[in-house]
Nanobody, 116 residues
Framework: QVQLVESGGGLVQAGGSLRLSCAASGRTFSDYAMGWFRQAPGKEREFVATISYSGGRTQYGDSVQGRFTISRDNAKNTVYLQMNSLKPEDTAVYYC?????????WGQGTQVTVSS
């Protein structure tokens, strides 16, 4: 089992920044690729970003490319999502997940609200 706890969400004005954190415990953190997803009210869960086991490879959803940056610190068992130039449409609950073949764990989510 892997336990994931997100933090760092909140209310921010459009154009502002937030940094989300996701702390992992329970298994070897570096065995897992890590990702961020988000879900807005009435919408399906949307891919935001993913980072490889060592942090050498990252991918982003089209809607956040160039504004968000995913990173990880394997010594701290933590993955981060730096969000810049936030827009009202970024408002959602943000979830992190931990992935390896045939196994995915999810956190409980943290709310991000961007006011116009």
């Amino acid at each position: 089992q892997v336990q994931l706890v997100e933090s760092g969400g909140g209310l921010v004005q459009a154009g502002g920044s937030l940094r989300l954190s996701c702390a992992a415990s329970g298994r070897t953190f570096s065995d897992y690729a890590m990702g961020w997803f988000r879900q807005a009210p009435g919408k399906e869960r949307e891919f935001v970003a993913t980072i490889s086991y060592s942090g050498g490879r990252t991918q982003y959803g089209d809607s956040v490319q160039g504004r968000f940056t995913i990173s990880r610190d394997n010594a701290k068992n933590t993955v981060y999502l730096q969000m810049n130039s936030l827009k009202p449409e970024d408002t959602a609950v943000y979830y992190c997940n931990a992935n390896r073949p045939f196994t995915t764990y999810w956190g409980q989510g943290t709310q991000v609200t961007v006011s116009s």
